[in-house]
């Protein structure tokens, strides 16, 4: 894009003058050569520290869960996509009923029919609110939307093969969860806590530039947050003494509460987040079952994202209690059925 303003007072522009970008560039381009001849030229300890036994088991764990779930992260973020261009907003509005206590379980099961990860979840729930759907539905479908649809389910049932229950127990428990939080809001939550956002995220654009555009942005954004999912569990397998973790997972209080915070600072996007529950082998079904249902619903970049979309008086309010509702959730849900 041509660039037309005046420069500041003072800023050479003339040739020779490197720009911001310019500078950024060639300082990127040099760091990028500074650590491949520092890699070639340490090679040999490099090489020797990769032969490590910790070392080893550690590229075994972050392969494995790289490798099961980059599938099932690619194909969410072709369909999020999808749905979040080519599905008008004001088709929800049109299919939910005018009762907001009879729109929150529709909206909450309209999540498991229509898949999306929760990077794209609130950007529809925001959008579902600008064109004038009751907000505790919004909210039902954004909690349950990134947690339920087919796609996490799936790929829940690969990673835990002999623990089908485990799928059954990640619908039911998120989905009472994304309804009792629609119900909450509608009965205690107030007007001026939600700050409606002005405008969609790719308005302006073509439906084509919108697509990539989103898959672009969701491919970077999950795909980095799955990396590093990946690098802690890997580091939380090999690093961390075996006694530690049985003695955490041999609490049963101990063992929900560390794995609710681990799915918090975590930020694994909810298409891949299973495999990394899995193999938290020291750990109960039922801790697992509140890793994977607090992880979906609020962590780290989720609540960046809703305080960005809705404003932060909201988010302050509705995470703590979302992670509570959560916990208290997935214990009833894995208590009953696992």
Known sequence: MAITEEAPPGTETGPGTETGAESRGVNS??????????????QSPIRGLLGTPLMQSWMTVF???????LPFLVLGVLLSAALAVFVPPSFFARALPSRPALAVPVAGVAGAILPGCECASVPVAGALVRRGVTPAAALAFLLSAPAINPIVLTATAVAFPRNPEMVLGRFAASLLVACAMGWLWQRLGRTDWLRPPAHGAHEGATKGEAFWNSVRHDTVHAGGFLVL???ASATLKAVAPASWLRTAAGNPLVAILALA????LLSICSEADAFVAASLTQFSLTAKLVFLVVG????????????????RTFALRFAPVTFAMAVAGAVVTGTVLL
């Not at 392969?63 to 779930?69: L, M, N």
């Not at 962590?299 to 404003?311: E, I, P, S, V, W």
């Open 261 to 264: 915070v681990l799915a918090v």
């Open 29 to 42: 381009s040099l760091v990028l050569t500074l650590l491949l001849v520092l890699a070639v030229l340490a």
């Open 63 to 69: 392969v494995a869960v790289t490798v099961q779930a």
């Open 296 to 311: 979906p619903m609020i962590d780290l970049k989720l609540f960046a994202m809703q305080a960005g979309t809705f404003g």
């Open 229 to 231: 999912g990946a690098m």
